[in-house]
């Protein structure tokens, strides 16, 4: 069992920056891929990008080179860096733990999901 915690989400003028953390709590932290997704309101949660076990990356083309997405194992945390946001990158914002060696994109797919955290860009 799994749990996870986002914090970091609030309001930010179009171009700012934003970093949210996901803090996990249970075993063996280092063997799940992390995902970040996000919800707007009226819309369905779309994946953001997600951080695999060894550490490798995939996103969404719409966060490609503006989101980073880390992980300190040490501290059971994943991180995920949004710069130059835009007003269209507001929506709450969820962390996602899933044991599988393959990192997946899609919702169903995730075990665990944290609460999330809202993130409100204004332009």
């Known amino acids: 069992q799994v749990q996870l915690v986002e914090s970091g989400g609030g309001l930010v003028q179009a171009g700012g920056s934003l970093r949210l953390s996901c803090a996990a709590s249970?075993?063996?932290?280092?063997?799940?891929?992390m995902g970040w997704f996000r919800q707007a309101p009226g819309k369905e949660r779309e994946f953001v990008g997600v951080?695999?076990?060894?550490?490798?990356?995939d996103y969404a083309a719409s966060v490609k080179g503006r989101f980073t997405i880390s992980r300190d194992n040490a501290k059971n945390t994943v991180y995920l860096q949004m710069n130059s946001l835009q007003p269209e990158d507001t929506a709450v914002y969820y962390c996602?733990?899933?044991?599988?060696?393959?990192?997946?994109?899609?919702?169903?797919?995730?075990?665990?999901w944290g609460q999330g955290t809202q993130v409100t860009v204004s332009s």
């Open positions: 951080i695999s076990r060894i550490g490798n990356l």
């Open positions: 249970g075993r063996d932290f280092s063997s799940y891929a």
């Open positions: 996602a733990a899933d044991n599988s060696p393959v990192p997946p994109i899609v919702v169903k797919e995730y075990d665990y």
